[in-house]
């Protein structure tokens, strides 16, 4: 009895341990980005909770504000090009194009190809499946100097197209192995039954496989969002005037120092359409969609 | 309504063959039942004539159309899949009208042919609700409905009742004969259960390696077994056999097993000399007066009769009475077969020897 309250207590503990380890960081930067220069950088100690809280590094990153109207203790803005590159709004516009847009294209080309691959007997379909896999051995580093060259001659540098193009290459081979195994989930004679009721292949997919699937498109599409939304060595090659959060933000990293408060407010800003999206598709994240079709 | 006819139907995958040229003919409003143990075909049959497999080579037709390389959704047939295969994401309605939608059936027309099904599977209050909410016996109803609001011109089931206990399959069965009895559409049943043949078909068909091994009504099959293994897969308990020979005793005809002596029917088809496998059912080899002496093994009473596995000579055998004796383990009895029902099977080819006409 001693003993398993004990194992209670300690797994309590060790729980809490655990989310306190992941949320520090996240509520330390939330807590930075309203904390004024003077209690970001305080010579003395660390300022917890001991400042009066303030607006402007939101201002400035998120409403378009020039730094040095909101700003008392009058920031320098040498080295930048202009007050408002600490404008956040056009790169986090940029990174919902991106991110978005790469996450539809891979999640609906991984379904067409995970439905191929899962229904349709052809020569190689098993090593056409470790081909795909394969295309994520390689990390992105690897290949980044040719495909820069290859964006440049197709024109997508520095296009929202182009890094779509670029965030679904990746994505594209996690998408079609969680969606075959998905659809693998789904029992062959529901196909069947669906063709003997009338249907042709293309109505099998539209209107059984894809609504039966719908929890396996929305946790690749999460997966995808999530990748696509902090990627950040394709976004920095591939791009030059369009910028993704990730990118933009380094570039508050400056020759004259780090505007911490501008990085952690963007930052902290950037969680909220990631915890979003995946609000929104949660609903569906539950497996078992297939429960009930079949004796379980 | 039609017939199905199928003709030196082959199927290969790949190298393998799994239906040598299988000849069957359904008469239109028949049930047949395709039994075989597992592995030997049953599926395949119905699955080729169903059109989710392709032929090898061979006829198949439907009515008076010829089917061959047709796609299943232009043969007017409807399958029940053993796991139901249902629509999980479709409420019990929208799984019934699915085919009508399909086929672009007005909305009022749908809606009175699933009301019709519901009706007359009993599913009316469930008609809103998802497949996981509704038990097995309720979900392989629903799939029953989806094949019969069409009104297809042929059923097909595959093993539609494996899924259910013992309890809910008895009734479903009786459910299906009932649905047969009041449609007469022209169904094709899969089973490996010998007692669901036996009990829905008008007409059995014995399937073992891609072979038909004996076609015709369950009591035909079951009094007259072609060959041994349909002797042997028909009946439960099975029937006894007896490895022996044949040999004429003053002018009688009878077969010797070991050291006892069993009587034969008149006017078989035999010749001293010959090896042959004496068979007889338990419900033929009775306790009585006379006849064979048999050591008690164990007594299983059923209720309405009870079975006696004994040892005869070196060999298990099982007699069965109706009559409620006070059988003891170790007792010594005699059994007697009643000689018409003595089955003879050849030593080698395994073939039922016929009685002379
Ligand atoms: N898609 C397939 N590829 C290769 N062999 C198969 C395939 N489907 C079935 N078989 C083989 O065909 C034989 C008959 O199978 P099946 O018709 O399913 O048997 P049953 O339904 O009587 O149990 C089996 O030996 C099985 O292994
Ligand atoms: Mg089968």
Same mark, same amino acid.
């Given at each position: ?24 960081p ?9 904390k004024?220069?003077?209690a ?11 400042f ?35 404008d ?8 919902l ?16 190809a ?44 520095d ?7 670029a ?11 969680l969606?075959k ?10 196909d ?11 109505q ?15 946790a ?6 999530i990748?696509?939304?902090t ?46 999206f ?7 994240l539950?497996?078992?969609?297939t ?6 | ?22 000849? !069957? ?5 028949q ?33 008076e159309?010829?089917?061959n ?31 009508m939608? !399909?086929n ?27 497949p ?23 059923? !097909? ?5 494996s ?19 009041r449609?007469?559409?022209?169904t ?9 043949a ?14 038909i ?13 072609a ?5 042997e897969f028909?009946?439960?308990p099975?029937?006894?056999?007896l ?8 002018g ?13 029917p008149?006017?078989?088809n035999i ?10 059912r ?13 050591t ?9 009769e009870?079975h ?6 070196g ?9 409620r ?8 009895i005699?059994v ?22």
């Amino acid at each position: 009895m001693e003993s398993s309250r004990f194992s209670v207590f300690a797994r309590y503990v060790l729980a809490i341990a655990i989310v306190l380890m992941f949320v520090f960081p996240i509520a330390w930067f939330a807590l930075t980005s309203i904390k004024p220069i003077s209690a970001i950088f305080d010579k003395d100690g660390v300022v917890v909770f001991d400042f009066v809280p303030t607006y402007e590094n939101y201002q400035v990153t998120l409403f378009g504000q020039q730094s040095i109207d909101v700003s008392e203790n009058s920031r320098s803005d040498f080295g930048t090009s202009g007050g408002n590159s600490y404008d956040g709004r056009s790169s986090i516009v940029s990174s919902l194009i991106v991110a978005i847009g790469s996450t539809f294209l891979a999640t609906t080309i991984g379904l067409l190809a995970a439905y191929g691959l899962s229904r349709l007997q052809f020569r190689g379909s098993q090593g056409m499946l470790h081909w795909i896999l394969s295309q994520r051995f390689l990390p992105p580093i690897a290949i980044i100097i040719p495909m820069v060259f290859i964006f440049r001659d197709l024109g997508l540098r520095d296009t929202h197209l182009g890094l779509i193009i670029a965030h679904t290459l990746i994505n594209v081979p996690i998408a079609v192995l969680l969606l075959k195994s998905f659809i693998d989930d789904i029992p062959r004679d529901i196909d069947e039954a669906a063709m003997i009721d009338g249907a042709t292949r293309l109505q099998v997919f539209w209107k059984v496989i894809m609504p039966m699937a719908k929890g396996g498109m929305a946790a690749t599409a999460v997966l995808c969002f999530i990748f696509s939304w902090t990627e950040f060595l394709l976004s920095l090659f591939l791009t030059n005037s369009i910028r993704t959060i990730p990118v933009k933000i380094t570039t508050f990293v400056t020759s004259t120092g780090s505007e911490w408060g501008y990085i952690s407010a963007l930052g902290t800003s950037a969680i909220i359409p990631g915890f979003i999206f995946i609000l929104l598709v949660q609903n569906h994240l539950v497996r078992g969609l297939t429960m009930g079709a079949i004796k379980d | 309504m039609a017939s199905v006819n199928v003709e030196k139907l082959v199927k290969k995958y790949g190298d393998l063959e799994v239906l040598h040229s299988i000849d !069957l003919d359904v008469e239109d409003g028949q049930f047949v039942v395709l039994l075989g143990p597992s592995g030997c075909g049953k599926s395949t049959l119905l699955r080729t004539i169903a059109g989710l497999e392709s032929s090898t080579s061979g006829d198949i037709s439907i009515g008076e159309r010829n089917v061959n390389g047709m796609h299943p959704k232009d043969r007017n047939i409807a399958m029940v899949f053993q796991n139901y295969a249902l629509y999980a994401h479709m409420k019990v309605r929208d799984n019934m009208a699915f085919s009508m939608h !399909l086929n672009k059936t007005p909305a009022a027309r749908i809606e009175e042919r699933v009301n019709w099904a519901a009706s007359i599977l009993s599913l009316e209050p469930y008609l809103d609700r998802y497949p996981k909410e509704l038990s097995g016996g309720q979900r392989q109803r629903v799939a029953m409905g989806r094949a019969i609001v069409r009104n297809p011109d042929v059923f !097909l089931f595959d093993e539609p009742l494996s899924n259910l206990d013992a309890k809910l399959r008895v009734q479903m069965r009786t459910e299906i004969k009932e649905l047969h009895k009041r449609l007469k559409t022209t169904t094709v049943y899969v089973t490996h259960d010998q007692i669901e043949a036996m009990t829905m078909a008008d007409v059995v068909v014995i399937m073992r390696d891609g072979h038909i091994e004996q076609m015709g009504s369950p009591m035909e099959i079951y009094d007259n077994p072609a060959n041994l293994f349909v002797a042997e897969f028909i009946g439960s308990p099975g029937m006894n056999l007896l490895a022996g020979k044949i040999v004429e005793d003053s002018g009688k005809m009878i077969c010797r097993v070991g050291e006892l002596d069993l009587p034969l029917p008149e006017q078989m088809n035999i010749s001293a000399g010959q090896d042959v496998l004496y068979g007889i059912r338990p419900e033929h080899l009775i306790p009585s007066e006379t006849g064979v002496k048999a050591t008690i093994n164990v007594v299983e009473p059923t209720g309405p009769e009870t079975h006696l596995f004994c040892h005869m000579s070196g060999h298990d055998v099982c007699a069965v009475s109706r009559e409620r004796m006070n059988w003891k383990a170790d007792e010594v009895i005699l059994v007697e077969p009643t000689l018409e029902y003595v089955h003879l099977f050849d030593a080698q080819t395994k073939e039922a020897i016929k009685r002379k006409t």
